[in-house]
C-alpha cells in the first residue's frame, strides 16, 4: 500500500516535472522565432511608401492646374472626361486634382484614371507622383466593393509593372502578391478567369 502511493506521488512529480520542462521549451522557441522575425523584417528593404508619408493634397502644384479645365465642371461637362482631356492634353495636375477632390467618379473608372495618370507622370519624369497614382490605384482597387475581382487582380498587376519599370521593387512585389491573392483565392472567378490570371502572373 505504502509502495503504490509512493510510485503514484513519483509518478505525479514526473509528470508535472516534464509538463514544466515542455512549457518551458516552448516559451524559449516562441521568444527566438520573435527575436528572428523582428530581425528579418528589419532587414528587409522598405519600399517608399508616399500614401502614407504625404498628404495628397499636398502633391497637387496649384501653379500645374489648367484653370479652363479645372472650372469645366461648372460649365457641365463631366469630371470624367475633364480628368481624360487632362491626361490627353499632358496637364496631369488637373487630373490629379479632379481625381482627389471628384468623389462622384465610380471606383472602376478611378482606378483606370490613376493608372492612366501614373504612366503620364512616368513620361514626364516625375516618378514620385507616378509611384503615388499607382498606389492610389492599388488603394481604390483593395477598397472598393463595386470592382470585380478580375478586374480588381488586372488592376494589381498593373499597379506592380508600372511600380517595377520605376524600380520600386517591395511594392511592385506587394502589389503582385495582391493580384496572387486574388486569382487563388476568390470565389467568384470561372476557371478560365482563373488559369487566365495566374498564367499573368
Known amino acids: 500500500m505504502t509502495q503504490t502511493k509512493r510510485k503514484q506521488s513519483h509518478l505525479g512529480l514526473i509528470v508535472a516535472i516534464s509538463t514544466l520542462a515542455v512549457v518551458f521549451f516552448i516559451l ?19 519600399g517608399r511608401n508616399l500614401l502614407a508619408d504625404t498628404s495628397p493634397l499636398t502633391m497637387i502644384d496649384p501653379e500645374q492646374v489648367d484653370p479652363a479645365l479645372a472650372l ?33 467618379l465610380p471606383d472602376r473608372e478611378s482606378a483606370g484614371d490613376f493608372l492612366l495618370l501614373a504612366r503620364a507622370y512616368t513620361d514626364d519624369a ?26 480588381r487582380a488586372d488592376i494589381f498587376l498593373q499597379v506592380s509593372e508600372g511600380l517595377a519599370k520605376l524600380n520600386e521593387s517591395v511594392l511592385a512585389r506587394f502589389y503582385l502578391d495582391q493580384a496572387f491573392v486574388v486569382a487563388a ?17
Open 28 to 46: 524559449m522557441a516562441a521568444v527566438v522565432i520573435f527575436l528572428l522575425s523582428t530581425r528579418l523584417t528589419a532587414a528587409e528593404p522598405v
Open 72 to 104: 469645366a465642371s461648372l460649365g457641365g461637362v463631366p469630371e470624367a472626361e475633364i480628368i481624360i482631356e487632362a491626361i490627353k492634353k499632358d496637364r496631369p495636375e488637373t487630373a490629379l486634382a479632379g481625381l482627389l477632390f471628384h468623389s462622384k
Open 126 to 151: 516625375q516618378p514620385d507622383k507616378a509611384i503615388f497614382s499607382y498606389q492610389l490605384a492599388g488603394t481604390v482597387a483593395t477598397l472598393s466593393p463595386d470592382i470585380p475581382d478580375t478586374v
Open 185 to 201: 483565392r476568390s470565389p467568384f472567378l470561372r476557371p478560365v478567369q482563373r488559369r487566365t490570371l495566374l498564367e499573368r502572373l
